[in-house]
């Protein structure tokens, strides 16, 4: 997805993270991934799922914090979670809360990543060079809460450069509205891989408007592909991450692993 003659560019995705204090292996597993020595790293959102838990992530993420990296905010970053009938994920309010909404420290964590030079895409735009090469990176708020807003980003400056985008949860109207503007990967998170899976059949649900056959991993997507079957030949690279934790009050998975993703993109092939 590179210009021709680009060098690959490691991209370490991480999301979801839901962290509680004191979940000190999931802390010594993040850290553990700086070993993969990314050339970025890109935070999908909801890092947190209580209102003391900003240090705890802190923590996981410090020898990451050292390299290049870009992140969105998610729904749990803005609001701690609260106690809920599981079975509303099955239905068409799955977005919504019931009582009132606690607010995390949202901008302790933000501020947090920004002072180490990590790029806050949420509605917005930068350029980064990685592996020697100009990318694009366009990004915004949790559109699972309605905090997206791609026409205030502007349009891509060059469409010479590639461009990747990034957005916490992957409802349709925000891949249809990168991929229009030209990106070629769009990066997500949100869905958990389904939290609860089975085996043969896969997730039950998304918690948002994308398929569940899109639930996790690598798939194609195009302006449209909600209702398209067919892709066309430039459709982009669409990567959902079932990331790596849930919710403190349905701290279950089953038939999903938890994850982080190490993508390695490589250039085009000049079609002859």
């Known amino acids: 997805m590179l210009q021709p003659g680009s060098l690959p560019v490691r991209v370490l995705q991480l999301s979801d993270i ?36 900003v240090p705890a992530v802190l923590e996981g993420l410090e020898p990451l914090l050292e390299r290049p ?9 803005y609001y701690a979670p609260t106690p809920k009938n599981p079975a509303r994920y099955l239905t068409k309010h799955h977005a ?30 930068t350029r980064m060079t990685l592996a020697g090469q100009p990318i694009d990176l366009v990004g915004v708020d949790d559109p699972h809460i309605g905090r997206d807003d791609y026409a205030s980003v502007g349009a891509a400056a060059d469409p010479a450069v590639t461009t990747i985008g990034i957005t916490h949860a992957p409802y349709q109207r925000v ?20 939290q ?38 430039d459709a982009a690279w669409l990567h959902v991450c079932a990331g790596l934790g849930a919710s403190r009050y349905a701290p279950v998975r089953f038939a999903c692993r938890p994850e982080a993703a190490l993508l390695t993109l490589v250039s085009r092939e000049v079609s002859r």
């Open 196 to 233: 609860l899976c089975i085996p043969g059949f896969g997730a039950l649900v998304t918690n948002c408007d994308l398929d569940r056959g899109r639930a996790k991993g690598v798939s194609r997507w195009w302006p449209g592909a909600g209702t398209s079957t067919t892709a066309p030949d």
């Open 96 to 125: 919504g809360v019931s009582g009132p909404r606690i607010d995390l420290p949202t901008e302790e964590l933000r501020s947090a990543m920004t002072s180490h030079g990590w790029s806050d895409l949420d509605n917005a735009r």
């Open 175 to 194: 891949l249809d509205a990168m991929t229009a503007d030209g990106a070629r990967l769009v990066i997500a998170g949100h869905t958990h891989g389904g």
């Open 18 to 53: 839901h962290m509680v204090p004191g979940q000190r292996a999931k802390a010594e597993w993040i850290r553990g991934l700086a070993a993969l020595e990314p050339d970025l790293v890109v935070n999908t959102g909801d890092n947190l799922s209580h209102l003391q838990a």
């Open 69 to 77: 990296g870009v992140f969105v905010m998610g729904s749990n970053d």
